[in-house]
């Protein structure tokens, strides 16, 4: 079973529940970024399939007959 953080840092749960309250932004700022991190690398994995594709039409073009 996991410690709380509180237990094993010597910080009062009074400490921690201070830190959240005051903090609280930080919080949401992680969330907000988090979402952004997932987004972006939806975006990238859709990209890069793109770009796999684009690429395979290349080479298929190139093996077409004709004015080679």
Do not use: C, Q, W
């Not at 952004?36 to 994995?45: G, I, S, T």
């Not at 395979?56 to 073009?61: E, P, S, Y």
Request: a negative charge.
């Amino acid at each position: 079973m996991p410690v709380p953080i509180y237990v094993e840092s010597s910080l009062s749960l009074a400490d921690i529940s201070g830190m959240l309250h005051r903090h609280d932004g930080l919080f949401y700022a992680r969330a907000f970024l988090a979402a952004r991190l997932k987004a972006l690398a939806d975006e990238n994995a859709k990209l890069k399939r793109l770009l796999a594709d684009t690429m395979l039409d290349n080479v298929v073009l190139k093996d077409l007959p004709g004015d080679n």
